[in-house]
């Protein structure tokens, strides 16, 4: 006979662990280089598809209409998450990053190298869009929209990013973020958010998706909005998580890491 608990003798938490737990060399350093790839690559498929939406919509003179332009990055990222979130947990985004390590589902250690790998993806995103079409459609960059004060689209980054995060990081702490709860519900929500928000700030909710274009067109006035916005609302929807649903779950960290199944 074996010790091996019964299922009905462990509490929910030790259940989930046993079902949940990745193979033991998965999260071991040697394999980080996939992960920090996976970052790089993702992030330039989101800014590629965010900015380049624009920029194909002012070539093509409204051919790509504003509904289209806001669906498609989040039709990008639900592919994304599809296809490589179990990789390394399709942060794409430098506020996501850091509140899964806010939220202690993600090690600080590694916080460097996936913002690193988001800002090269994003640039290099940028640079194709620059190099295949110019600097139309202010290269895709995401400004506070005509009458639109800084500090109202400030307010809108901090609002949306709040939703969005929240929207992650619920779906992460239950079911994993490389599921299709998540890949729906986060690429809905970016969705949602631009259909009616586009016109006040440009729905950026991520610093990489805004700096890109900014950085490449040489003008980034207003860039502090989009980086000090979803960095304000990535923190406040870490603090509704612990309201919500209190200390960090294993679900979260393999959904933040990334897990195979």
Known sequence: MTNKPHQHDMS?????????????????????????????????LLVVVAAGAVVVGARS????????????????????????????????????????????NFPWKRVPGYILSQFVGGIAAAIFLRAMFGTVGLLGATVPGKGISDFQALAMEILLTTGLVSTILGTASGARNVGSNAALAVGGYIALAGLWAAPISGASMNPVRTFAPDLIRGDLSTCWIYILGPLIGAMIAVGFEWILKGKPTTAGTLAAQGSPD
Request: hydrophobic residues 50%; charged residues 15%; aromatic residues 10%.
């Open 12 to 44: 929910s938490t030790q259940r989930h662990m046993l079902h949940a737990s990745p193979p033991p060399d998965f999260l071991e350093s040697s394999h980080e280089w996939r992960r920090l790839f996976s970052e790089a690559w993702g992030t330039f």
């Open 61 to 104: 003179h409204g051919a790509v209409t504003l509904s289209m332009i806001v669906v498609a990055p989040g039709l990008m990222v639900m592919a994304v998450i599809y296809f490589m979130g179990d990789v390394g947990g399709a942060h794409l985004n430098p506020a996501v990053t850091l509140a899964f390590a806010v939220r202690r």
